[in-house]
């Protein structure tokens, strides 16, 4: 590979690096496993390409008096991707050294997505145009070819090596998670997306609002939530871990039935106290549970109480706790991604009011 080639490699690597990476977090079914295996298999080429580079380049690092002005950015960045490819690496091994209260996978997708913002802003301002010899010869796309086909080959072979040493990484789902208390009830690990902490909703003032584009808004306690409507789902984080449980409270669906859903309504938007929400299509929202219990245990306070949303195939940010509206509207809520930060700041999200 040329050096330009190796560069430009190593930067478009990194930015499918950060794309795959923050597409793992909408990939929550099996239909998207795709995404963790290109997450991998790109993480692997960004580790041959990076071999290449180095011993490339090891001669000018190894000798002081060869520094110049830009060494010691280089050898920062290698830092990073060495930070990035080891803490990714090690974590779908099965070894999570986590500190500072996040876990090893919440530190590299930190540092992962530092690493992709400083590469495309470096690409964006000093990248070196690549030349035909550095895309459009037969030597470079043999190297690509080989790292290609050594990168799919090393996600091929992760998972049967991984059962065949008794690696912990062997029993991780497909997104990478690893199992925490399934059907235990509440002992799972309670998180938060950002940093939502209500206080306590107190049961008997508690009342979910069923509003919007319907024809007869209900208003409705904890106790009539709690329908019998069951499902099996898998609560899978973001933060690296997953529980199955049986949900059971009341379908969505339900709810807009008894509602009189009005003929404009198209989408649902569920919101926490907090004022944490997220929007689903009409067509979806109807299977969704509004759980009370959890493998047959009242929800604790940690876990949403008195009612939290079920999203099956969805990753855990869009499973609102604490919900006390659910809202049909005519348009999908283009600001609900925004709320998952902003709620944490609200009186109630910081447990103020
Ligand atoms: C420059 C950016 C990044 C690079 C080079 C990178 C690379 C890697 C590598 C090499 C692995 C190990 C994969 C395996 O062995 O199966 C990994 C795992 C993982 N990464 Fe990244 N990553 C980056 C950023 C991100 C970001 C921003 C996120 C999320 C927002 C993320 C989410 C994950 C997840 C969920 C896993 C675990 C997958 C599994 O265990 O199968 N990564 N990453």
Not at 29 to 51: I, K, N, Q, T, Y
Not at 310 to 321: A, E, I, L, S
Request: net charge positive; hydrophobic share 45%; glycine share 14%.
């Amino acid at each position: 590979m040329t050096p330009r080639g190796t560069d430009w490699s190593l930067a478009l690597l990194v930015a499918l690096g950060l794309g795959t990476g923050l597409s793992t977090w909408f990939a929550g079914s099996p239909h998207s496993a795709w995404v963790f295996a290109a997450h991998a298999a790109g993480g692997a080429a960004l580790a041959l390409v990076l071999v290449w580079k180095l011993r490339r380049v090891w001669p000018r690092v190894a000798s002081r008096s060869r520094w110049d002005g830009r060494t010691g950015y280089g050898l920062a960045a290698l830092g990073l991707v060495a930070a990035v490819l080891g803490s990714g690496g090690a974590w779908s091994n099965g070894l999570d050294g986590g500190f500072g209260g996040m876990s090893l996978l919440g530190w590299h997708v930190l540092v992962g997505a530092f690493l992709g913002g400083l590469v495309l802003v470096h690409a964006f301002g000093r990248a070196r145009p690549l030349r035909r010899a550095d895309a459009a010869d037969r030597r470079q796309f043999v190297a690509a070819a080989l790292v290609g086909a050594a990168a799919v080959g090393a996600w091929a072979l992760q998972r049967p090596v991984q059962r065949a040493l008794g690696l912990p990484g062997a029993d991780r789902r497909f997104t990478g998670s690893y199992d925490a208390g399934s059907f235990t009830g509440n002992a799972f690990p309670v998180t938060s997306w950002v940093a939502d902490g209500p206080r306590p909703l107190p049961a008997r003032a508690y009342r979910l609002a069923v509003g919007g584009e319907v024809g007869r808004p209900l208003s409705l306690s904890a106790d009539a939530l709690d329908r019998g409507d069951e499902i099996v789902a898998t609560l899978d984080c973001t933060g690296g871990f997953a529980s199955t449980q049986r949900w059971r409270g009341v379908r969505i669906g339900r709810l807009l039935d008894d509602a009189r859903l009005a003929p404009a309504g198209a989408h649902v938007r569920v919101v926490s106290v907090t004022g944490y929400r997220w929007s689903f299509a009409l067509a979806d929202a109807r299977d969704l549970l509004l759980a009370t219990h959890v493998s047959g245990e009242p929800l604790t306070h940690g876990h949403g109480a008195p009612c939290r949303l079920v999203v099956p195939g969805h990753r855990g940010f869009q499973w609102v706790k604490w919900v006390t509206r659910v809202e049909v509207t005519a348009d999908a809520d283009l600001g609900a991604a925004a709320s998952t930060v902003w709620s944490s700041l609200t009186a109630e999200g910081r447990g103020a009011r």
